[in-house]
């Protein structure tokens, strides 16, 4: 038995709002970088920066903070 694989192309955002906890983590910054390459808006938050790009190349908006804390969710 064979399984072909299916191409999955992400929806444009054509400016809609997204929020990527822990965006800023090897994973979540190439999953925000991909969605703000498609016309989202990629609002990241993490209680870390990311070292190796700046906020611009994989999000709109940065908040450095905890999601944890009842107050930033």
């Known amino acids: 038995m064979t399984t072909e694989m299916s ?3 992400l929806p444009k955002g054509e ?3 997204v ?3 822990g965006g800023a983590g090897f994973i979540g910054s190439h999953i925000a970088r991909r969605l703000k390459q498609n016309g989202w808006y990629v609002i990241v938050v993490d209680w870390k920066k990311n070292e190796f790009m700046e906020n611009d190349e ?16």
């Open 7 to 9: 191409t999955f192309e």
């Open 15 to 17: 400016g809609r709002k």
């Open 19 to 21: 929020c990527v906890g």
């Open 58 to 73: 994989f999000c709109d908006e940065f908040i450095l903070d905890d999601l944890r804390k009842l107050e930033v969710a």
